[in-house]
């Protein structure tokens, strides 16, 4: 593997917004909102720094269609919230992909429905891989455990949002947000660019560009939508990414992603340390959702635990990815509630 | 002779250009055009002076107006006629 | 020898509009596009359009243009020419677009002195969506959502724009201009000229509402709309310039602040 230099210990907020920097990210625009602020007001004074534009907007609707109009113009841009704010940026979302435009949008769950607490939480996974706003399309859902994985996501949702000319979703929470833990802050893979001839500069020596979405002449809005459809295929395709842990022997197989799929790997070590045959598949793109490669485990291992920090929402894809007659447990505590490896090895004796 | 030309496919028949005409020049025309609009279409009169104060209110830039100028022959040949304040070109 | 004294504008193109016979909007397009081809910027111009009949101003305008969510377009300029501050911006809003749902974002770039030129169209009714009530409906106008006219009690106070925009610092320059006469129109066209001409030397932040007469929702033939809005809508939405700031050092939103950060940020990593 490259050098990546000395790990630096860092918040990951922090390293998700140098990763962002490091990815060419030239405009930020956001609002503050817990527990996230440590990415704006990290690159309120890193953003200056490689000539990038740093602006904290009067609110999240104005946050992602500031996005919308900086990447409409050809520059890498981002914006950053949580829940309640993520919720207000689903029409303009909606717009990007719609627009086929590429945009990063990170959401660090906080507690919901309505306002909410500021704990660790896993509430937004329909809202993020289901589209919280309207139409029929999808954005790429990158879901870090680690800090490093914030950094690396950063680069990697850049560059897979330029890709597909799609708006990329980091879904992280206030755990991984706001711990601190060592990572190397120098990308893993090279910064790739793509020429963008759609977005709009100005008429020079070619006709006039538009940048919309909506069509109303005979089936226009209809086959842009088989366009998007044709991209979600390609993307389910070739961009599902996912990790397993000890399942080559394992008779029951923890489902989680994100915070919780932290404490179901402390559970799957404790539990081998105990003699039970356990593993973790962790999803790491929630969409594209890793399907086919849970139907393939499912020929052969025929218990599933299900375990997520909401009252089940990942579970629906588990069930209807893995094959008829497989039996699939769900574990979950909502806003805020924090099992621990411990409670989730007692689920597991309970099964 | 000074005189405007009204595109008779674009202009929907609003004939605000028939009020602001000073001289009364223009006229609600008797012909559908393909939209089902009776085009605005300039009476017979000549005293048309390219005011264009009707293309000027024209909502949909139906109106073009040209004014008649004496043939200079070595000026008019090449230097072009720098326009008058007062005329609003936009070409 | 005749010479061609009015004519299409080159930054507009060649096609008949959408907009209802007697629509004013297609007389605001053309003085847009007149300053476009006056000040050169067509071929770097960005045009943001509303959601409202001039959504598909992508049709008519020979420039680039991109279309923003309803009442985001101040948002989608402000994140275009931040980007890109070398481009023209300009939006080309409705009543319902700039002054209902997009007030906040209209407020807030005109408060943080965007270079941007807005074009505000102000024809005291929804046209797209009916007739129905606009944030600039007047007092006792009937319209689809206020069958009995508006009424202070329910409805409250049309909003005046112009006046709002003059008290806000980031503003620059700020007008109230019509079109329902030849007068207007070429006043009108002064002020975007102006506003076009404030973006371009001074980056600031120029503004100009433009009273728009809608013979369709107003249920009138196209003169008498015209009339209407010189005799009624003028009483409450006075025409003249509110602010005009000299040319001076305006609060250019600099691509890159002057002062590095200093190193020791709290998250210095």
């Not at chain 1, 909606?94 to 769950?109: E, K, T």
């Not at chain 1, 179901?264 to 086919?292: N, Y």
């Not at chain 3, 053309?30 to 000040?39: G, N, P, Q, S, T």
Request: some cysteine; glycine content about 10%; charged content about 20%.
């Amino acid at each position: 593997m490259a050098d990546r230099g000395p790990k630096k210990l860092v918040k990951g907020n922090v390293a998700l917004a140098e990763g962002a920097v490091q990815a060419g990210l030239r405009c930020y625009f956001g609002y503050p909102i817990t527990p996230q602020n440590e990415v704006p007001e990290y690159l309120s004074g890193r953003l200056p720094q490689v000539g990038g534009i740093f602006l904290q907007a009067e609110s999240e609707l104005a946050s992602i269609n500031m996005v919308l109009g900086a990447v409409a113009a050809g520059v890498r841009a981002m914006t950053s919230s949580s829940s309640p704010g993520i919720s207000l940026m689903q029409e303009g979302i909606s717009f990007l992909a719609g627009d086929q435009l590429p945009a990063v949008i990170v959401n660090v769950m906080r507690c919901g429905p309505g306002l909410g607490g500021i704990k660790t939480t896993q509430g937004d996974y329909y809202q993020a891989t289901r589209g919280g706003g309207h139409g029929d399309y999808r954005t790429i859902v990158l879901a870090p455990t680690t800090v490093q994985e914030m950094f690396d996501f950063a680069v990697l949702a850049f560059e897979l949002a330029d890709k597909y000319r799609n708006p990329v979703l980091i879904l992280a929470d206030a755990v991984i947000g706001q711990m601190a833990e060592g990572a190397y802050l120098v990308p893993d893979r090279p910064i790739v660019t793509v020429d963008k001839p759609y977005i709009v500069t100005g008429a020079q020596g070619r006709p006039p560009q538009n940048i919309r979405s909506m069509y109303l002449e005979g089936d226009d809005q209809e086959e842009l939508n088989y366009v998007l459809q044709d991209k979600y295929r390609l993307i389910e395709r070739d961009e599902v990414r996912y990790k397993t842990t000890q399942i080559d022997d394992a008779e029951t197989v923890l489902v989680a992603f994100g915070t919780a799929a932290r404490i179901a790997l402390s559970a799957v070590r404790e539990a081998r340390k105990m003699g039970m045959k356990v593993g973790l598949f962790r999803p790491v793109t929630l969409w594209p959702f890793p399907t086919p490669q849970l139907r393939e485990l499912s020929q052969r291992v025929n218990k599933f635990f299900d375990f997520e920090l909401n009252l089940g929402q990942m579970v629906d894809d588990v069930r209807a990815a893995v094959v008829p007659g497989t039996r699939v447990e769900f574990y979950g505590r909502p806003a805020g509630g924090l099992p621990t490896p411990a409670d989730v090895i007692q689920k597991l004796k309970e099964l | 002779m000074n005189r405007i030309e009204i595109n008779f496919e674009r202009c929907k028949g609003c004939y605000l250009c028939v009020d602001a005409c000073p001289k009364h020049l223009i006229e609600q025309g008797k012909e559908l055009n393909a939209c089902g609009y009776y085009p605005a279409r300039p009476t017979a009169e000549t005293t048309c002076t390219a005011c264009a104060l009707c293309a000027t209110v024209c909502p949909d830039c139906a109106i073009e107006v040209f004014k008649e100028v004496e043939a200079t022959p070595a000026k008019a040949a090449g230097a072009s006629k720098v326009q008058p304040e007062g005329i609003k070109s936009c070409g | 020898m005749q010479k061609k004294v009015f004519s299409r504008p080159e930054g507009l193109l060649d096609v008949t509009t959408h907009y209802c016979a007697g629509c004013t909007h297609g007389t605001a397009h053309r003085l847009v596009a007149e300053a476009l081809d006056h000040f050169g910027v067509r071929e770097r111009a960005v045009g943001v359009a509303p959601a409202g009949c001039s959504v598909m101003m992508y049709k008519y305008f020979n420039c680039d243009t991109i279309e923003a969510a309803h009442g985001r377009a101040l948002a989608v300029g402000t994140g275009i020419k931040r980007a890109r501050p070398d481009l023209f911006v300009f939006t080309y809003q409705g009543d319902g677009d700039l002054a209902s749902i997009g007030l906040c974002e209209t407020m807030h770039a005109a408060n943080r002195g965007e270079s941007i030129s807005v074009i505000y169209v102000n024809n005291a009714v929804y046209g797209m969506t009916g007739g129905q009530m606009a944030p600039t409906t007047l007092l006792c106008q009937r319209t689809t959502t206020t069958p009995a006219g508006r009424t202070v009690a329910n409805e409250g106070f049309p909003l005046k724009m112009a006046e709002l925009m003059a008290n806000l610092e980031g503003v620059t320059y700020c007008e109230r201009a019509a079109m329902y006469d030849v007068k207007q129109v070429r006043r009108a066209r002064k002020a975007i000229f102006h506003a076009f001409e404030i973006q371009i030397q001074h980056n600031g932040f120029g503004f100009v509402e433009l009273l728009s007469a809608c013979p369709t929702n107003l249920k009138m033939p196209p003169a008498k709309a015209q009339k209407w809005v010189a005799d009624e809508m003028v009483k409450t939405f006075p025409l003249g310039v509110f602010k005009d700031l000299p040319p001076g050092p305006s609060p250019a939103p600099s691509s890159a602040p002057a002062a590095l950060a200093e190193e020791g940020t709290a998250h210095a990593v």
